[in-house]
C-alpha cells in the first residue's frame, strides 16, 4: 500500500548514513509533515534528508508517485549534503535548509521536480 499521511516532529541522530529517506518502489509517498530534522552536533551522517526513487532500491518508481512533502528546518552540522533529491518530487516546500559543514552542500537539486519550492536555505 501506500505510505501517506506521516507527520514527524524533532529527529536528531548521528552516525553514517543518512536521517532521513524518502524511498519508494511501487507504492506513492504523499503528504508527509515533518520538521526539525538534523544530524545533530555529533554529526557523521552522509545526507540529512535523502530522496531515492529512480532504481536505487527496488523497482516501479514513477515519477509523480512523491507528492505533497512539505519539510522545514532541515540543519545539517557535518553531513556533506543537506537535502538531497535522486529523484523527482512533485508539489512540495521544503523551508529553511542550514548547512553548518563549510564543505558541504545546502541542496542537490532533481531538474525533473514539478512544483518544489526551496526557501530560506542557509550556508553558515
Do not use: W
Not at 524518502?22 to 530522496?51: A, E, F, H, T, W
Not at 512533502?69 to 537535502?83: E, Q, T, V
Request: hydrophobic share 30%.
Amino acid at each position: 500500500g501506500d505510505i501517506h499521511d506521516i507527520t514527524c516532529r524533532n529527529i536528531e541522530t548521528s552516525g553514517i548514513h543518512h536521517v532521513m529517506i524518502l524511498l519508494p518502489s511501487q507504492p506513492k509517498i504523499y503528504n508527509i509533515y515533518c520538521s526539525n530534522i538534523s544530524d545533530g552536533p555529533k554529526g557523521g551522517k552522509r545526507k540529512v534528508v535523502r530522496i531515492y526513487g529512480n532504481g536505487q532500491y527496488g523497482q516501479g518508481f514513477k515519477p509523480g508517485n512523491m507528492y505533497n512533502i512539505y519539510m522545514n528546518d532541515i540543519r545539517s552540522y557535518k553531513a556533506d549534503i543537506a537535502l538531497e533529491f535522486l529523484a523527482p518530487v512533485h508539489n512540495a516546500h521544503f523551508n529553511k535548509i542550514t548547512q553548518l559543514n563549510p564543505k558541504g552542500l545546502e541542496v542537490q537539486h532533481n531538474p525533473e521536480n514539478i512544483n518544489v519550492r526551496i526557501t530560506n536555505v542557509v550556508k553558515k
